[in-house]
């Protein structure tokens, strides 16, 4: 053997007795799967163990998509601080003014956003399970009650006209905008990407093996959820 | 487009034994609709100082646990690395704590003499 080279055969039974045992196939993978085209149809089954499949993908939807919620985060975390220095500095204001708002349209925007978000649970489900019919029919049920938002909203904003509850109606009316109008933004956002994922769910873009762009819409809508909860209990749960 | 199970689903666990998930996720959402409603009841009326404190602590409890319970049986930001699950968690901590912080804030000017 040349000066230097490893020796590979351990000739020594008991040692190689001891070697550690083989990795198992279906690690958990901490980084996404790659983006690699689909096979083309007819072709065989994927060359990987059977196994593989079984593994949850270790980053749910794309990670684009979690880098854009953390802003979004931060954002709503900007916006919570401009709410507690105008609650702080004028809580005789906040409190009168939060006693004029539509409680039961806080709480029917609540109701439609949570009822949307399940839905896209079911519909990943579905889709996970290979059920396309089930899925489509969950994504249209969650688009329909989402599109709930956009309603209330504009009722609610015809029950502040009747309340006095204007553009110049002082600090508190302008945070109240401020917040919910950017959340609205957000929201709607997140509607036309329902639509964009109930077209392309009818039209078989999505597959038990390929569904991460529903998987990243569900991942934004929960976390617009997440923050239309925060506020409301800033607003509309208001003592 | 059919409801048969596709080649790529036949590598899933069964549907069976992905009910429980199903399940859970209707858990949460029944949750969240039940203690948005509850959080209304302990708000939404006229209290006194030491009511309104209760009534606003309690409500930040409500909001921490609504937060929570999103996260864990939606967003299920674990999945997505330590990082971005500490910032969800921060951002669901953000406004409870803002909340209880108002609300001590609130009455300890509510009881000020004078």
Known sequence: MAAGSIRLVNSNPELRMARPPALPLALPLPLPLPLTAKPPEGAGPPASPPTAGLAEPAWPGHRAMWVGICLEFIEFAVFFAVYFSARWSQPAVFQEGAQRLWTLGGVLITLAMVTSGWMLTRVLSAVQQGRQRAALRWMALAVLVAALYPVLKVAEWQWNQAQGLGAGSGLFVVVYWYLTINHFVHASWGLLGMVWCLLRLSAGGYDAADHRGLESLATYWHATDLVWLMLFSLFYAYA | ?114
């Open chain 2, 1 to 114: 487009m059919h409801d048969a199970p596709t080649r790529a689903a036949k590598t899933l666990p069964p549907a069976h034994t992905r009910e429980p998930a199903d399940r859970q996720a209707t858990q949460v959402w029944l949750a969240l609709a039940v203690l948005t409603a509850v959080s209304v009841l302990a708000a939404g009326h006229a209290l006194p100082p030491v009511g309104r404190l209760l009534a606003t602590l309690a409500v930040a409890v409500l909001c921490a646990v609504k937060g929570q319970l999103l996260v864990r049986g939606y967003l299920r930001s674990r999945r997505a690395g330590p990082l971005i699950h500490r910032l969800v968690q921060l951002f669901a901590a953000l406004a409870p704590v803002l909340l209880t912080v108002s609300a001590l804030i609130e009455a300890a000017q509510a009881l000020q003499p004078g």
